[in-house]
């Protein structure tokens, strides 16, 4: 079975047991949070739409996570400009307990 939720204004696909990186939500660790199911499927039948509505995804927060740094190097020939900078997106590491 799995289920297709909205987070972060993302869509994932996921099943009971997943671990996955989502947008930071503010939440500490180690509690759980139900979100939102757009459509749930098992084999071949497919719940999307209204019938989806009352269906909900239990996941346990894991822990807070940082994503590789990202440089951003911007340059301009022959005007002596370089600008160095670096990113690292925060995410907040997810597993999902189940579908209800």
Do not use: C, W
Not at 2 to 8: H, N, Q
Not at 12 to 34: F, H, K, M, P, Q
Not at 51 to 80: D, H, M, W
């Amino acid at each position: 079975m799995f289920a297709i939720i909205e987070t972060g204004g993302k869509q994932y696909r996921v099943s009971v047991g997943d671990v996955l990186d989502v947008e930071r939500l503010n939440v500490e660790e180690g509690a759980t949070i139900e979100l939102k199911v757009l459509m749930t499927g098992e084999g071949e039948q497919i719940v999307a739409g209204a019938a989806a509505e009352g269906k909900t995804v239990k996941a346990t927060v894991l822990r807070q996570v940082k994503a590789p740094k990202v440089v951003v190097f911007k340059y301009k020939a022959k005007k002596n400009v370089r600008k160095r900078q670096g990113h690292r997106q925060n995410y907040t590491r997810i597993k999902i307990d189940g579908i209800v």
